[in-house]
């Protein structure tokens, strides 16, 4: 079975521009998390989906933004970027919304780089 | 809020040698534990989990011990190898659903042969 996979591999844009990174979660898997990884760090959480309602969102700007579709597949939006909005974005997903150790699985990542 | 401290890296040791690095925590209630594993160029793994205290996660040779308390979750390996050369990430879940992952900053594990 394949794994989460994300689109595109990497990407760079410019100060002011708008963006989207897409995710597919594993096939029966029902929530998609999405975390922010700056070079360095470890990654931060932005938001998670499930059943395509929003489950938790972390301290992010209204920048960022994110939506799930009834494939579970899922897109996160971030409008006007920023030079500090270079990172990996991960995407992660899982059977369920939460619950006592809920495994997360995560996807390669997208780079995007912010020129 | 919730948050994760690991010990800072790089770690460098020889084949074979014996590895600990350090994950202490700070959370409400009952966390769940985990550790990730991050190879180059790949994304993460999880390599290892505890969901109550004194609970011993463990796998491909990896150990945790989830200790309430010292609020620790150390990962050790008795023997590492050059292929365990990757960054590991301490962390963890907790709250209402248990919904998002709070990671510590990654400890990079150099292995030379």
């Known amino acids: 079975d394949a794994g989460v996979t994300q689109s595109p591999t990497h990407l760079i844009k410019t100060r002011g521009q708008h963006v989207t990174l897409r995710c597919s979660p594993i096939?029966?898997?029902?929530?998609v998390s999405w975390y922010q990884q700056v070079l360095g760090q470890g990654p931060q959480f932005i938001f998670q989906?499930?059943?395509?309602?929003?489950?938790g969102r972390g301290n992010f700007p209204d920048r960022f933004s994110a939506r799930q579709f009834p494939n579970y597949s899922s897109e996160l939006n971030v409008n006007a970027l920023l030079l500090g909005d270079s990172a990996l974005y991960l995407c992660?997903?899982?059977?369920?919304?939460?619950?006592?150790?809920?495994?997360?699985?995560f996807g390669p990542g997208t780079r995007l780089t912010v020129l | 809020g919730d948050s994760v401290t690991q010990m800072e890296g790089p770690v460098t040791l020889s084949e074979e040698a014996f590895l600990t690095i350090n994950c202490t925590y700070t959370?409400?209630?009952?966390?769940?534990l985990f550790w990730y594993v991050q190879y180059p160029g790949e994304g993460l793994q999880l390599l290892l989990k505890?969901?109550?205290?004194?609970d011993k996660g463990s796998n491909k040779g990896f150990e945790a011990t989830y200790r309430k308390e010292t609020t620790s979750f150390h990962l050790e390996k008795g023997s590492v190898q050059v292929s365990d050369s990757a960054v590991y990430f301490c962390?963890?879940?907790?709250?209402?659903?248990?919904?998002?992952?709070?990671f510590g900053s990654g400890t990079r594990l150099q292995v030379q042969p």
């Open positions: 992660a997903s899982s059977l369920a919304s939460g619950g006592v150790g809920n495994e997360q699985f």
């Open positions: 096939s029966g898997h029902k929530s």
């Open positions: 989906y499930y059943e395509k309602e929003e489950r």
């Open positions: 959370a409400t209630g009952y966390p769940s």
């Open positions: 505890a969901t109550k205290a004194d």
């Open positions: 962390a963890l879940s907790s709250g209402t659903g248990r919904r998002a992952l709070t």
